[in-house]
């Protein structure tokens, strides 16, 4: 029985993608740069971050858990080839061509990051507790706290700051009923 939804957001959480992104000087992503360079070869090129890949296995392990991918890009058909051939089943995903932004946001490219999370968050309810959930930015972790969500920071874990393995005793001790 699933009882907690958890979150995961993709870039520099736990797929390292940077060969193919570009930036403005407000730090937003290039949305028309990013679509470009989104090819099979590309795509194919990103690789798996190790010490987030951990913590998402085990939540993937778990059987009461909902567990979805967040993220500001707008997912292609190619980028769930990318999560079928790394075996990464994530049980939804909302993102920029996610339907639950709703008919409101007709230029869904003009949200920020953190703007876009909000308005998916505040309109998706799978019907679970609220989780856990990792992002590498500040103001999306902001928005996932307003949410009810405990949220940590991916480069921490990734770069060692939080051991990953920390993450997941503290996961084991918050949410009961551990496979």
Same mark, same amino acid.
């Given at each position: 029985?699933?009882n907690w939804?958890? =979150? ?8 390292n993608?940077?060969?193919r992104s570009?930036?403005? #000087? !407000?730090?937003? /992503? ?13 795509i194919h090129?990103?690789?798996l971050?190790?010490?987030?890949i ?14 979805v ?13 990318f ?9 939804d995903t =909302? ?8 008919t409101e946001?007709?230029n869904r490219?003009?949200? #920020? !990051?953190?703007e /876009?999370?909000d308005?998916l968050l ?11 959930a990792f ?5 999306n ?17 990734n ?9 997941i005793?503290?996961?084991s001790?918050?949410l009961?009923?551990?496979p």
């Open positions: 029985m699933r939804f958890n =979150l995961f957001d993709l870039d520099d959480t736990i797929i993608s940077k060969h570009k930036f403005h #000087a !407000d730090g937003s /992503l290039d949305i028309p740069h990013w679509e470009e360079n989104s090819t099979f070869k590309n090129q990103d690789h971050i190790f010490n987030m951990n913590v998402l296995n085990y939540f993937l392990k778990r059987t009461d858990c909902w567990n991918a967040i993220t500001s890009r707008e997912l292609t058909d190619l980028d769930y080839i999560f079928k051939t790394h075996n990464i089943m994530f049980d =909302l993102h920029r061509g996610s339907s639950h932004l709703g946001y007709v490219y003009k949200l #920020a !990051d953190y /876009l999370k308005v505040t309109n998706y309810d799978p019907g679970y507790g609220k989780g856990f992002d590498d930015k500040q103001c972790l902001d928005v996932f706290h307003k949410h009810g969500f405990v949220a940590y920071n991916a480069n921490h874990i770069y060692n700051e939080i051991e990953y393995t920390d993450v005793s503290s996961a001790d918050r009961p009923n551990t």
